[in-house]
């Protein structure tokens, strides 16, 4: 059993739904990260946060809007999508002490694989 | 952006051999992490390198964090089956933000029993 556990594992949407993807991890980490990966292309960090507070939005559009109600949880809400947003999802945790700007180890959870019709 | 140039993109080898992979960069590096991600799966950390010149192995692996800082291998020996997969290095740049990781595009490995 992965530490970092999403849900769904899989998602169908139109571009008009709303939807949520939903991370949780319990490894006692402090950092969560919401991570793109798309066919070909490298991952691509598009969330930051650091013991529930944003510290990172790597200009990501406002049709991803994320929300981490405490250390454990993370989610990712979606409206109003484009096909071109369908790819693999993946939630990571680590362990930061806050002081200073190391990176720790990520753990990633298996992933949300959207696509968006 | 800042990028990685991980190669090669593809591998396919006979069981038994042994494999190396490298990620190079013209930026400087304070750490690299080597992940390994199976078909419909999260990546998985195989070795963290902190510091130049470090040498880490974990089993059969074996990673290097380059001198100059702005190049790591992994080496695989004795491939099996099992490992079978994309290998994908990532680096933290020198004032790199939290979390803000550049990873390279990915090494497939196939083994043929």
């Known amino acids: 059993e992965t530490g970092v556990t999403q849900t769904p594992r899989h998602l169908v949407m139109g571009m008009t739904n709303k939807k949520s993807l939903k991370c949780e991890q319990h490894?006692?980490?402090?950092?969560m990260y919401w991570y793109k990966q798309s066919a070909k292309k490298p991952l691509e960090l598009m969330f930051v946060?650091?013991?529930?507070?944003?510290?990172e939005n790597n200009s990501v559009p406002s049709r991803f809007s994320p929300e981490c109600p405490n250390s454990s949880h993370l989610f990712l809400h979606l409206h109003t999508l484009q096909p071109e947003d369908s790819a693999l999802y993946l939630c990571?945790?680590?362990?930061?002490?806050?002081?200073?700007?190391?990176?720790?180890?990520?753990?990633f959870g298996e992933g949300s694989r959207l696509t968006v019709l | 952006g800042q990028q990685l140039n991980q190669s090669p993109q593809s591998m396919f080898i006979q069981e038994g051999e042994d494999v190396s992979m490298n990620c190079t960069s013209s930026?400087?590096?304070?750490?690299w992490l080597w992940y390994k991600q199976d078909p419909g799966e999260g990546p998985v950390l195989l070795i963290a390198?902190?510091?130049?010149?470090e040498l880490t192995s974990n089993g059969r692996l074996t990673a290097q964090f380059g001198i100059t800082r702005k190049d790591s291998f992994l080496n695989i020996s004795a491939s099996i089956p099992s490992d079978v997969g994309i290998y994908f290095c990532?680096?933290?740049?020198?004032?790199?933000?939290?979390?803000?990781?550049?990873f390279g595009k990915g090494t497939k490995l196939s083994v043929k029993p």
């Open positions: 990532a680096g933290q740049l020198v004032g790199g933000s939290q979390g803000n990781l550049i």
């Open positions: 490894l006692g980490h402090n950092a």
């Open positions: 990571a945790s680590s362990l930061s002490t806050g002081l200073r700007r190391e990176i720790g180890e990520l753990f």
């Open positions: 390198l902190y510091k130049a010149g």
């Open positions: 930026s400087i590096f304070n750490t």
């Open positions: 946060y650091n013991f529930k507070e944003q510290t």
